[in-house]
């Protein structure tokens, strides 16, 4: 069956330091989504990418960066970690359908990260 | 930048109680889903909503989108323990394959 998942389930990082988070789907899915999960805000949006070589600037992209060399991984690299950046990280793939957005996103099981 | 809010942001209830959560919005969307996360997982889709009053039934569970598509409700007839999770709405605006997600109504549903 076709899934999506990530790597690693649990990181504990220092400030400072570069962390990246996988993100791998078999959907064969053009589409991938990076959000981070905070209480009281919801799923925020990081990066998105719309097929090989896009990448795009979601509403809280600040000290993150992803890249698409292939269609199957999205990584998500903090380029130095702060506390700030102490969340759950979710990633999620989509296909585009002939109905115009109406796309189901398959998130992964999240990594959750603590920066200390 | 849209203003989402999803109301009651949480609720708690007794088995076979009824319930209802919100998404309102000032904005008009060109559709809207509904997810459902469990603790330790990832959101997964209960429905999508595209045409103004439009009204769809998952068992027990009933949707609605708003007549001019700003606002929609979800419905849980007598609801049970494995109905708790974070249930999040998202809009989408001119069919952006991105989506914007509300802060979500957790719901804890007692035996």
């Known amino acids: 069956d076709a899934e999506i998942t990530q790597s690693p389930r649990h990181k504990i990082t220092e400030t400072g330091r570069q962390v990246t988070l996988a993100c791998h789907q078999t959907?064969?899915?053009?589409?991938m989504f990076w959000y981070r999960q905070d209480l009281g805000h919801g799923l925020r949006l990081i990066h998105y990418?719309?097929?090989?070589?896009?990448?795009n600037k979601g509403e809280v992209s600040d000290g993150y960066s992803v890249s698409r060399s292939n269609t199957e991984d999205l990584p998500l690299t903090l380029e130095s970690a702060a506390s700030s950046q102490t969340s759950v990280y979710f990633c999620?793939?989509?296909?585009?359908?002939?109905?115009?957005?109406?796309?189901?996103?398959?998130f992964g099981p999240g990594t959750r990260l603590t920066v200390l | 930048t849209q203003l989402l809010e999803q109301s009651p942001q949480f609720l708690s209830i007794q088995e076979g109680e009824n319930l209802t959560v919100y998404c309102n919005s000032s904005?008009?969307?060109?559709?809207l889903q509904w997810y459902r996360q469990e603790p330790g997982e990832g959101p997964v889709l209960l429905v999508t909503?595209?045409?103004?009053?439009e009204v769809k039934k998952l068992k027990r569970l009933t949707f609605q989108f708003g007549d001019a598509r700003k606002d929609s409700s979800l419905h849980i007839t007598a609801a049970q323990p494995g109905d708790t999770g974070l249930y999040l709405c998202?809009?989408?605006?001119?069919?952006?394959?991105?989506?914007?997600f509300g802060s979500g109504t957790q719901l804890t549903v007692l035996p």
């Open positions: 999620a793939s989509s296909g585009t359908s002939g109905s115009a957005g109406t796309d189901t996103q398959y």
């Open positions: 959907w064969n899915h053009n589409n």
């Open positions: 990418s719309y097929g090989v070589h896009d990448t």
């Open positions: 904005s008009v969307f060109s559709s």
């Open positions: 909503v595209v045409t103004g009053g």
């Open positions: 998202a809009p989408r605006v001119d069919s952006a394959r991105q989506l914007t």
